[in-house]
């Protein structure tokens, strides 16, 4: 059905029908049994399907990856698309407005996404505010990042912020220093830097009276090398998991015009032409360091067999987004009725 009214959606700007897009569903919650008629047509419960991991109980391996409910505005609503958990974010100290529009683009020939968005968010309080009045029982994670304006050298004032402020209204945070739209985020996936920033957050969460798992979200564009690194910085700072991976800078391989790709310009890709860097990193993620670890595998998911992709090499969960897009709500029962199937 959905692929029935997607030609007519991709017509207009990606960024307008992303927020018409929420209206919608936010509208339609409202319809009596509207919401019952979701969880009917997408939820899919089996004994095979849930995961414990870090201390919590998914009901499915499937969730929706942070970026598309940035502001905590729609979690309630998409828990009944048949999603185990969802990752809202990421959200910063302070609002901000992003970066200059066009900011997301379709490359329909490759079904990926370039997007600079930015961070745009409306800040932690109002995500809080949100997450105050929660429906439903969907997992929520807290993806957190710093502001643009915040220089590195007093970035982990910001994550802290977030850390304490999402602590009672999230069940694990994931540390994003991986997107490539803020200027100098990547430079804290370092050693050094990244190590202090997570043991900062292992400190606080320590001193709660029950710690929340924190992972921390990389980019696929680091080097085995780079990988050999947070493997270890892991263990050092004991944090919970890994996020793999994030969008990349990364163009080759694309069936989409390379005068059309050069004129979009700078930005994160998403979609299917980074499945396989994406399961690369998972792979290597998971032999290296014997899976000491969870891993949530994201990138490139359009189909089930994707998914399982990512299930075979390595991950404990999944996350999609830009498949979410292409696919619609369908493929989340897809990916959990293979997984039962196996």
């Not at 209206?23 to 849930?50: D, N």
């Not at 598309?68 to 309630?76: G, I, N, R, V």
């Not at 961070?119 to 929660?134: C, D, P, T």
């Not at 807290?142 to 910001?158: Q, R, S």
Request: include cysteine; charge should be positive.
């Amino acid at each position: 059905m959905y692929k029935l009214f997607r030609p007519i959606l991709f017509l207009f700007n990606p960024e307008f029908i992303h927020h018409i897009s929420f209206k919608a569903i936010k509208i339609g919650a409202i319809v009596p049994l509207k919401m019952w008629t979701w969880r009917l047509l997408f939820k899919v419960s089996h004994p095979k399907l849930v995961r414990e991991v870090f201390g919590i109980k998914f009901e499915n391996p499937v969730g929706l990856a942070a970026g598309f409910d940035k502001d905590a505005k729609l979690f309630d609503e998409l828990a009944s698309f048949g999603f185990g958990f969802v990752e809202i974010g990421t959200v910063t100290p302070l609002p901000q407005e992003g970066n200059p529009k066009p900011r997301l683009f379709r490359l329909k020939e490759d079904n990926a996404l370039i997007n600079r968005m930015g961070f745009n968010n409306e800040g932690i309080e109002a995500v809080v505010a949100r997450l105050r009045r929660k429906k439903s029982n969907i997992i929520i994670g807290g993806n957190i990042g710093k502001n643009k304006v915040t220089p590195n050298e007093n970035v982990v004032a910001d994550y802290e912020i977030c850390f304490e402020k999402l602590f009672p209204y999230v069940d694990y945070f994931a540390v994003n220093v991986s997107s490539p739209n803020t200027p100098g985020l990547r430079d804290l996936q370092e050693k050094e830097p990244l190590t202090a920033l997570l043991n900062s957050l292992q400190k606080i969460n320590n001193q709660k009276e029950k710690r929340k798992p924190i992972l921390l979200k990389i980019a696929p564009d680091l080097t085995n090398e780079q990988l050999d690194d947070i493997i270890a910085i892991v263990a050092d700072t004991k944090i919970d998991g890994v996020v793999a991976t994030n969008t990349t800078i990364g163009r080759k391989g694309l069936k989409t015009n390379k005068t059309k790709v050069e004129a979009i310009g700078n930005g994160g890709l998403s979609g299917k032409p980074l499945k396989a860097r994406s399961t690369e990193v998972i792979k290597y993620l998971a032999d290296k360091s014997n899976k000491a670890f969870p891993i949530i595998g994201v990138g490139g998911i359009h189909s089930a067999e994707d998914a399982l992709e990512k299930l075979d090499a390595g991950a404990t969960l999944v996350q999609v987004y830009t498949g979410f897009i292409y696919e619609g709500s369908a493929l989340i029962k897809r990916i959990n009725k293979a997984i039962i199937k196996r």
